[in-house]
């Protein structure tokens, strides 16, 4: 079989799969609403840090005017119920710079906060954003596994179908070990990196979104500044991208053989022992097993490079950003504070 040819029955296959699982289109708009609301209240929960400790922990505030946390939150729902009653609704903001007044009222009612009853609220806040993001979170992994699910018993039972409907001469030419391989194997990996890390990766790109965003809208700079290193990870974790996943192409042939040699012969095994041929048996599953294990310690060690790479590059962005970062905090002539700063550290690092 050529390369198009293959391509196009890769190509073919996938369709159908995601022929499949679009029939059970429900769960998937039920976990992409999850996913936005896991990425929003992720996004939420980093924002809340700007007042901890730009207010909170702030020695030089002016006399005090909301002296008790009932006051305090009072002050922020008539300045929160004030914005929307001149802005509108909730749906009709569109970035981050129309919230920008609601902001500058809020800073003045924290101000003029007694600190230790602002540091209840902010607290209660935060526990409950995360609650909501951890719930949202369940939920998209809930729908997302019903997906799955669904969609691998569906592809187990056509799969199942087609070789109950092939030909004699089909089972002559190929291996029955590698139908079992490609059922109960290769299905399982297929939905992995179709379905499973499709709709992963676009909740972490949803949520990456939605941190760079604020990244940008507190300091666009530093965050300049912060992904000087991206081009250069990007190239290695690719490279070893590649790597991985030829060997685990590998690797599934070495099992599609060993399934194979194990059962023939354990199904002839009245003739293996009747013209006594353990030990040559023996041999050619030995050799079988010991190239999986070789592909599979390579796959492995490539596999492990990947944590100490990241590692690595977030040292050398965090230096990066503390340096510069750290220096716009001790501008006197700077707006660079140090609540900004840090929500802008867990955006950049999260």
């Not at 009653?85 to 903001?93: D, F, H, L, P």
């Not at 003029?112 to 909501?132: E, M």
């Not at 030909?167 to 291996?175: C, I, M, R, T």
């Not at 010991?290 to 944590?307: E, G, P, T």
Request: hydrophobic fraction near 50%; charge should be positive; glycine fraction near 6%.
């Amino acid at each position: 079989m050529d390369k198009k040819e293959h391509s196009g029955k890769r190509s073919g296959n996938l369709i159908l799969l995601y022929r499949m699982m679009f029939r059970y289109w429900p769960y998937i708009l039920a976990g992409l609403v999850s996913m936005a609301l896991y990425a929003l209240f992720s996004g939420v929960s980093i924002t809340a840090l700007i007042p901890l400790f730009d207010f909170v922990f702030n020695p030089n505030k002016p006399e005090l005017i909301y002296h008790n946390a009932p006051q305090v939150f009072s002050a922020i729902k008539a300045a929160v119920a004030e914005f929307f009653a001149t802005e509108g609704s909730v749906w009709q903001i569109s970035s981050l710079k129309e919230l920008a007044p609601l902001w500058e009222d809020l800073k003045e009612v924290m101000m003029y906060s007694d600190s230790l009853s602002l540091l209840y609220l902010l607290c209660l806040f935060i526990v409950i954003v995360i609650v909501l993001k951890n719930l949202a979170y369940f939920a998209n992994r809930s729908f997302f596994v019903l997906l799955r699910g669904r969609t691998i018993r569906d592809m187990r039972g056509h799969m199942f179908h087609r070789y109950l409907n092939q030909s004699l001469e089909f089972y002559g030419k190929n291996q029955v070990g590698d139908a079992i391989v490609r059922m109960v194997n290769d299905v399982e990996i297929v939905s992995n990196q179709f379905i499973f890390a499709t709709f992963n990766s676009i909740r972490d790109l949803s949520t990456v979104i939605v941190y760079m965003y604020i990244a940008i809208y507190l300091n666009p700079k530093l965050f300049a500044y912060s992904i000087l290193v991206v081009p250069l990870l990007t190239f290695t974790i690719g490279f070893l991208g590649k790597k991985i996943k030829k060997y685990s192409r590998r690797i599934q042939n070495q099992i599609s053989a060993m399934f194979s040699a194990v059962e023939e012969v354990l199904n002839s095994i009245k003739i293996v022992k009747a013209f006594r041929r353990e030990d040559e048996e023996y041999k050619a599953f030995r050799k079988i097993n010991n190239r999986h294990q070789k592909l599979w310690q390579k796959a492995q060690i490539y596999s492990a490079m990947n944590v100490p790479l990241s590692e690595l590059n977030s040292a050398i962005t965090g230096v990066v950003v503390v340096i510069i970062g750290g220096g716009m905090i001790l501008d006197p002539g700077g707006n660079f504070s140090l609540g900004v700063f840090t929500a802008f550290l867990f955006a950049v690092f999260s």
